[in-house]
């Protein structure tokens, strides 16, 4: 099988085999990952590998390079991690390097990572399978800045647990600088970045916030100043009192 | 406002730094009017915590009043008077629901770096160290406080603040230590270190029923302390084999449970090497597990260890044979403080306790780097220091 990192326009418009399988059908199995297991038994070993390339195109082939899965477990109901995701404006809440996500006429969605070096990195996205309370799965389309795809499941943990959340991130880093600045924002560790905003995740749902010290007071802010004896204000009481042994 | 800041080993600085502000919603603000410096504060003046950074503002015993309240706190007012735990915990989470408030998930910003260390990250701590989530601790004028919905203890005005302060650490550890050992009418409890925590878990294992509780130091005025105070029986183990006397006073059965409130030694065991290391797993240490190893090896057989800790990293030479063989229950962990702030006051205003024997230094906040240096320097005569922002 040819192995190469498929792009979006293979997707869009799969190159169709001369065998019995139908481009239509080849679609159906496209958008249905489930049904395309199926459909793969029929026709030759090259009908085989587009269509099973087609299927896996759906996430992990859409973009390959970089592949992440990661797993956290919430004391919330499916239901209620399910529609607050759904809602994918609510994604930079705790997703640290997405400036914004809006939704558009055609139910696709705009995303915009955070900007580095005046450089922004931004890319449509559609849903292109889900599961009430259960999954989504989304997918960059047209001329994406980074060419990616993600899912998130939600399943019911044993009773008094809450709900195991997982996530696979698929994308690939682009070339030039804008490659050059998601590096920067993502950092060297795209997994473990997942990892903490799943966390942020958690805590958003469990606590209604977001744990921090952003914004803090310490000695290294700019007006910071040490004390001694010159600075302290005259007059003021100093006591000591030691302990006696009785 | 003043703040005792961090600068480096045997380096605090009183500074004048930004007074806090409302960052989320469940935050609230306190002005403190009291302040403690703890054994555990000494690892870091020794400079063997890591992730700590210059400017860091020290302090995780502290109380006082409320001053601002973020949006989402409903359950206080400005004017309330609180004494503060010093861990930070949601009350949310799987954890915070089970009375296991140290280990509250949600609570630490760097629970990555804790993760990294101990396999899942504990809850966030103020004033002790980045990898506790860095929070800015409370030996200051004003300190902001994360989910108020949840910590902050109201106190009633007849009690003076000498007397609620250690419910913010100390107290809740001690107790906890002795409620660990199961104590059962007639036990006899074994106590490793008179400081403060040991004083507590003095005082806890005799108002949880043991019959006998024996002390065990090196320095005279904590012992002393323990004696007078609570009527303990003394050990000094510089001059005497724990193991062959504890044996003796007990007709060669051992004390019922031992209760190791040493933990990390300073010298010995640096816990950035331990930091360092942990990733490669092939650190060897040698801390100086002395109380830990005695407490094992003369605790009763089917008896119980517990340890308020504080530990850090590894232990080498463990005795876990001694402990295998003859049946050992260990307890130990981070204070759960939550579980324990509600009690331990009724404690107090029924008159059982009064906290305030600890307190050997009261100290003005602008000498805190005083106060350090002579709670490190004299075991004998300091015990615990106190600190006000304004001495009047």
């Known amino acids: 099988m040819n192995e190469r990192a498929l792009t979006q326009h293979d997707i869009d418009a799969p190159v169709t085999p001369d065998v019995s399988t139908s481009s239509g059908l080849i679609s159906k199995a496209a958008s249905h990952p489930f049904l395309a297991g199926g459909m793969i038994l029929v026709g030759a070993g090259l009908a085989y590998a587009t269509a099973k390339a087609i299927k896996n195109a759906t996430e992990e082939e859409v973009a390959r390079d970089v592949h992440v899965e990661t797993s956290i477990i919430i004391d919330k109901s499916p239901q209620e991690l399910f529609s607050f995701w759904r809602d994918f404006k609510n994604l930079p809440l705790f997703m640290k390097h997405l400036e914004s996500v809006v939704s558009m006429d055609d139910g696709r969605t705009h995303w915009a990572a955070k900007t580095i070096g005046g450089l922004k990195v931004e890319w449509d996205a559609e849903i292109y399978n889900e599961i009430e309370n259960e999954m989504i799965a989304w997918r960059s389309v047209d001329n994406a800045d980074v060419v990616n795809a993600g899912s998130v499941r939600f399943q019911a943990a044993p009773t008094g647990h809450g709900t195991y959340v997982r996530v696979t991130v698929n994308y690939n880093p682009p070339a030039g600088s804008v490659g050059a600045s998601l590096a920067k924002l993502l950092g060297s560790e795209p997994g473990q970045l997942i990892k903490e905003e799943l966390r942020r995740f958690k805590q958003l749902m469990e606590t209604g916030e977001i744990a921090t010290i952003d914004g803090q007071s310490s000695g290294r802010a700019e007006d910071a100043v040490r004390l001694t004896a010159e600075n302290i204000t005259p007059g003021d009481a100093i006591e000591e009192f030691q302990f006696e042994s009785k | 406002m003043k703040a005792a800041c961090w600068n480096g080993k045997h380096d605090v600085q009183v500074m004048s730094v930004p007074d806090p502000s409302i960052i989320n919603p469940r935050d609230a603000i306190v002005k403190i009017t009291t302040t403690a410096i703890c054994g555990s504060d000494l690892h870091l003046y020794d400079g063997y915590i890591p992730t700590m950074q210059k400017g860091d503002i020290l302090g995780h015993e502290f109380m006082g009043e409320v001053v601002e309240l973020g949006s989402a706190v409903k359950n206080l007012k400005k004017g309330d008077r609180v004494v503060v735990p010093f861990t930070i915990a949601c009350g949310n989470c799987f954890f915070c629901k089970r009375d296991l408030w140290s280990a509250c998930d949600n609570s630490n910003p760097n629970a990555a ?43 009633p005005d007849d009690l003076a603040d000498e007397q609620v302060l250690f419910l913010s650490d100390i107290f809740p550890t001690g107790y906890m230590a002795a409620e660990n050992c199961n104590i059962q009418p007639g036990d006899t409890v074994a106590i490793w270190g008179c400081g403060p925590v040991g004083q507590f878990a003095i005082k806890s294992a005799f108002l949880l029923g043991a019959a006998r509780v024996i002390a065990i130091d090196d320095v005279p005025g904590r012992l002393r302390m323990a004696a007078e105070e609570s009527n303990a ?81 590894f232990l080498d030479k463990f005795p876990f044979g001694a402990a295998f063989s003859k049946g050992l229950t260990f307890k130990m962990g981070q204070t759960n403080m939550h579980k324990y702030l509600r009690p331990l006051l009724k404690l107090i205003q029924d008159g059982k306790i009064d906290p305030s024997f600890v307190i050997t230094h009261r100290l003005d906040l602008k000498d805190a780097a005083k106060g350090y240096s002579t709670f490190s320097s004299d075991k004998d005569g300091c015990i615990k220091v106190i600190m006000k922002p304004e001495l009047n």
């Open chain 2, 113 to 155: 770096t804790a993760e990294a260390l101990y396999g899942f990250s504990g809850s966030g701590l103020f004033g002790y160290s980045h990898m506790m989530g860095g929070y800015a601790g409370g030996q200051a004028e004003y300190v902001r406080v994360p989910f108020a919905d949840v910590g902050p203890l109201p106190i």
């Open chain 2, 233 to 313: 029986e003394t050990l000094n183990f510089s001059d005497q084999d724990i193991y062959e006397k504890l044996t003796e006073m007990t007709g060669g059965i051992g004390p019922d449970a031992c209760i190791d409130a040493v933990g990390l030694e300073a010298h010995g065991t640096t816990l950035d090497a331990i930091y360092d290391r942990a990733k490669t797993a092939l650190y060897m240490a040698t801390d100086r597990a002395h109380a830990l190893r005695q407490a094992i090896r003369v605790c009763r057989k089917g008896g119980t260890v517990s340890v308020p800790g504080v530990y850090g990293g």
